[in-house]
DNA sequence: ACCACATCCTGTTAGC
DNA sequence: TGCTAACAGGATGTGG
């Protein structure tokens, strides 16, 4: 599923061969993909149509074409979104919901589930996407993090997943980023101690930095603008490893559905237990 | 305000 | 072997 590193890899190609040029035509849009938007898929054809792309900017996991105006188009991946570069002549793949010409290629939106989304905003810059921090701002601190999770009873990994607090992190990239800073994904939010927020925030930043350097995990679906896939696979330790051995203390990872998502996790170095840490080993 | 759960969707896998 | 049912999950909506 695409969470932050693979949309920037996306947006880092696709960018490139985007802005500076003019869409010549929109000769595909369905409109059961068209979601929270102030425009049908027919206007927002009609009105992209001729204009210049002048950026490519992501929000979270949301990317914002900007053209000519405030307006603009926003883009979703959902889960099995696929954003591809591809010459005009080639036949449509199965499932393509989107495609915007622009110079001598296309831009095509391939989603087999549909969960993601295309929407008209009426200001680009703006465009209402109720986002928390990006976990590679500056204000996303452990203080930033204690302030939004005080007293807060959800488990710490849902807390991940909602976009309203940190924006771009997804199930992989939750279930490994707890996994470095050794935190039981289902302790109460409220729960953590600051120095345990301060490793959280530090793990959220190295585990997506790693997988932008490798362009990304390709698990089942995610390739990048050219199709090809991440890098990122052999590098996550925890995400859909139940029963492997722990690559720190060899105990098998476990599985357990947390807020309605699988989380992967290695009970031994994730104890559930407050307090001990570092000092007893959890019997759980 | 907070939180759990249902909803959307189809390709893949598990189970009988 | 072949069918059916369960499963996967990002964002949103609902209801408690």
Redesign the pocket.
Known sequence: ???LPEVETIRRYLKEVLVGHKISLVPHLDE?MV??STLDAKAIASRLRGQTVHGLQRQ???LLLQTDGVEGLVL?????GRLTWERPEKPWE??THLIIAVGDGEMRLVD????G?VAWVKNILEPG???GCDPFSHHFTGSYLAE????????IK??L????LV??????Y?DEALFRCRIHPAR???SLSREELGRLVRAIRHVLKVSLANRGTSF?DYVDALGHPGDNLAFLRV??RNGQPCVRCRHPIN?M?I?????HFCPHCQPLSIGTEGRFHAKV
Request: no cysteine.
């Open positions: 599923m695409p969470e059961r979601k929270h979270g996991k949301f979703h991946l959902g889960m099995s199965r499932h087999p589930r549909r969960f989304r996407l109720s986002l939004v999770l005080s007293h807060r009873m959800i488990a849902s807390a997943l909602d976009q309203s924006a771009g992190l997804g199930n992989i939750a109460p939010a409220g089942s995400y859909a599985r559905v807020g309605g998502r699988s989380s």
